[in-house]
């Protein structure tokens, strides 16, 4: 009896029970979670919870938008301007670089509109409703015999839903997502507005500062943010880019507060996180460590390496190979802290004492035991059978899909339309190589070369495609020679090779290409792998549905928070220190201090540079409106809200829902946040509002930005 309580206690710590500041919550919902309700004004906050979101009346949630898909952003002025972190920016701000005009050193303001830079790539998104259409969704598929029947007849009414929203109005765009495993489905309307443009960029000794060394980590100094405008036509609706658009002008404008916080103080944040996997079974997190973790951190590390000792001796190279890099070893860095962070708290652990309860709940309940009794075991036996295959996708996608970029680049062309009309194919054709115009072809067969080592060498040469026996028998088995042929004799990126496909030139063959013939072996093999495993994959899929539900059941009377999926949440909690080990305490602010300590402690890495004149400015003191209570400036501070990747960007509120600052970071401690919430761990780094204030208007004189903004005291 004692060992049942036990394992019940970790479940209703490890599963889903939200404590105070632990869930992700969909917003609508939110009015309905009396308890969330209950608990959020407990920790502080004095704003109703109808004007957080409501669908019919003007709300905060208006403020909040998705930043190109993959980050969040928050709107800050009556002429559409949108803060977002600068790693959010980055790759925008890269594409305007230039040795001449290296943005990425310097920072970039815009003095005026017409200084304003569009991004063609960049889109904004607002959320204007959400429905339940669960119902609906599953009637589609209540005739379904087998797992592939139904994900086809969900995923056709899903799409239908969605087009109905276009169709009666073509600026929406009707998304429907699926929560807690597939076993229930909401419907997301949206507008998207397509011109949006730089304005302002702290140099990346502000935005960057520590970039890997002090990545996920806690305490940090680093002003991660950058400022974009929203455009639109002149009746104010979504445009593409025009130069005759005019600034956006929103339905709500968050407040800026300069009051700061203390410990303890009430702190939301709305965003759009990406995903997470808190009701994924244990099988599925072991997985998850040995497959795609483990292959990030292997492939990834290698490549990197050749990255960065070319970024370090060429300024051209720095900037074009920035942006990609800065992608890549985030992914590369958070797969490491997970990893090292499933092992010393034990979560592997945890889940399957919490699967010890749920099996014992089973048995004891005659109904579930008739329809789960084999659930766990088939399971465990579904994870073993596409282990090995599994692991060895991981690695493939990394080393090839994921790897060279002229394989990129002919996989991204085979994906073309090429019945389209020649004028559609063509300007597709000129944007993909716009795309990859940064690509050093020198650098990239050697990360070609590098990535045909690291892949034979960690997976079962079964797993080897076409490639590996032509370097056998034409090339007696040198990697080297093969890469230095193949970059030798594409010609599909080259003028010439261009110019007779764009022309429809019958004497050539792009299939002939010997980097798209390559491509198109790799594309032959990941299918074949992937349809190898195809049939257990559905297997799991329905366990893990399957799980998800049984876990709601066995907690019927708990609100449980969906994972992240891209749409919109809110999470909250306050602003709190931590102990991350014993005898260490951490505040939870940081000041200016700390930049001339590292600066200090890192002399001559150049990561950790900064301007002289920056530090001047930062040495004066002479913060003005912008200090803290004790005349310092603030730099950075945490909070337990609950955030994951996507939240980068997300709109820090306090208890009024006036604007403290922006997320942009997870901590080390707790980098296995996606799978478990820690309580006493988990924190969300945020860059302080008023730093972000003085430097734009302090070091890059961006005053009439700031008045713009509204801004209280």
Not at 137 to 152: G, M
Not at 313 to 330: C, G, L, Q, T, V
Not at 342 to 360: D, F, G, P, Y
Not at 515 to 527: E, F, G, N, Q
Request: charged share 25%.
């Amino acid at each position: 009896m004692k060992l049942r309580l036990t394992a019940m206690i970790i479940l209703s710590l490890c599963l889903s029970q939200a404590f105070a500041d632990e869930g992700m919550w969909l917003l609508g919902n939110l009015r309905k979670n009396k308890q969330t309700e209950q608990v959020m004004k407990q920790l502080g906050l004095q704003m109703p919870v109808k004007k957080l979101y409501n669908p019919k009346r003007l709300c905060l949630a208006d403020a909040v938008v998705s930043f190109g898909g993959f980050c969040s952003g928050v709107v800050v002025s009556e002429d559409g301007l949108v803060f977002t972190n600068h790693h959010c920016g980055f790759s925008s701000i890269q594409q305007h670089s230039s040795v001449e005009h290296d943005y990425l050193k310097e920072g970039f303001v815009a003095h005026s509109l017409e200084e304003e830079l569009p991004n063609p790539e960049l889109y904004v998104r607002f959320l204007l409703r959400t429905e339940n259409v669960t119902k609906r969704v599953l009637s589609a598929a209540r005739h379904a015999k087998t797992e592939s029947e139904r994900r086809a007849a969900v995923d056709s009414v899903m799409n239908v839903i969605g087009m109905e929203i276009s169709e009666k109005d073509s600026t929406l765009t009707g998304i429907v997502d699926a929560y807690y495993a597939g076993n229930e489905f909401w419907l997301s309307v949206y507008r998207d507005y397509n011109d949006v443009r730089l304005v302002f960029a702290p140099p990346s000794s502000v935005g960057k500062f520590g970039w890997d060394t002090d990545n996920w980590m806690w305490p940090r100094h680093t002003g991660d943010f950058s400022v974009f405008r929203i455009y639109a036509n002149t009746k104010n609706g979504p445009a593409d880019y025009s130069p005759d658009n005019v600034p956006y002008h929103p339905e709500y404008v968050a407040p800026i507060s300069l009051d700061g916080y203390k410990e303890g103080s009430f702190c939301m944040t709305l965003g759009y996180p990406g995903s997470t996997e808190r009701y994924l079974s244990s099988y599925g997190i072991e997985e998850m460590m040995n497959g795609i973790n483990q292959a990030m951190i292997d492939v990834r590390g290698v490549k990197q390496a050749i990255w960065k000792r070319e970024m370090d001796r060429r300024p051209d190279i720095r900037i074009k190979y920035a942006s990609k890099y800065d992608e890549s070893s985030n992914y590369w860095k958070n797969s490491i802290g997970t990893n090292k962070a499933i092992k010393h708290l034990k979560v592997l652990e945890k889940k399957r004492a919490a699967e010890t309860a749920l099996r014992e709940w089973i048995q004891s309940h005659p109904e579930e035991r008739e329809k789960l009794l084999r659930l766990f075991s088939s399971l465990e036996l579904d994870y073993s059978n596409r282990r090995e295959t599994n692991r060895a996708l991981a690695y493939f996608g990394e080393s090839f899909i994921n790897g060279p970029e002229l394989v990129q680049l002919a996989l991204e062309i085979l994906n073309f339309d090429f019945e389209a009309e020649e004028k559609q194919v063509v300007s597709r054709i000129k944007r993909l190589l716009e795309k990859y115009d940064n690509l050093d072809t020198a650098i990239d067969k050697e990360v070609f070369a590098a990535m045909l080592k690291e892949f034979q060498t960690k997976v079962d040469k079964k797993y080897l495609p076409a490639m590996y026996e032509k370097i056998d028998t034409l090339y007696n088995g040198n990697i080297q020679a093969y890469v230095d042929s193949l970059y030798a004799t594409f010609s599909i990126t080259s003028p010439k090779g261009l110019k007779r496909f764009l022309e429809r030139d019958t004497t050539y063959n792009l299939f002939e290409d010997p980097a798209i013939s390559l491509s198109l072996d790799l594309i032959v093999k990941y299918y074949e792998m992937n349809q190898s495993i195809s049939g257990v994959s559905e297997q799991i899929e329905q366990g893990e549905r399957l799980f998800n539900a049984a876990m709601r059941r066995m907690y019927a009377d708990r609100n449980f928070y969906p994972d992240a999926n891209s749409t919109m949440r809110l999470s909250f909690g306050t602003v709190d220190g931590y102990s991350p080990f014993d005898g260490a305490t951490y505040d939870y602010y940081t000041t200016v201090k700390g930049i001339f300590e590292k600066v200090k402690e890192h002399a001559g890495d150049i990561d950790f540079a900064v301007q002289p004149e920056l530090l001047d400015l930062l040495s004066s003191g002479d913060f003005g409106r912008y200090a803290n209570e004790q005349g310092d400036m603030s730099v950075c501070f945490i909070s337990n809200n609950d955030i994951t990747g996507g939240n980068s960007g997300s709109a820090m509120f306090n208890s009024k829902g006036e604007l403290l600052g922006l997320a942009f970071d997870g901590n080390w401690e707790a980098m296995s946040s996606d799978i478990v919430f820690e309580p006493d761990l988990q924190r969300c780094i945020g860059v302080d509002v008023r730093y972000m204030l003085f430097i734009m208007e302090k070091y890059g004189k961006a005053g009439r930005l700031i008045e713009e903004l509204k801004i209280g005291r």
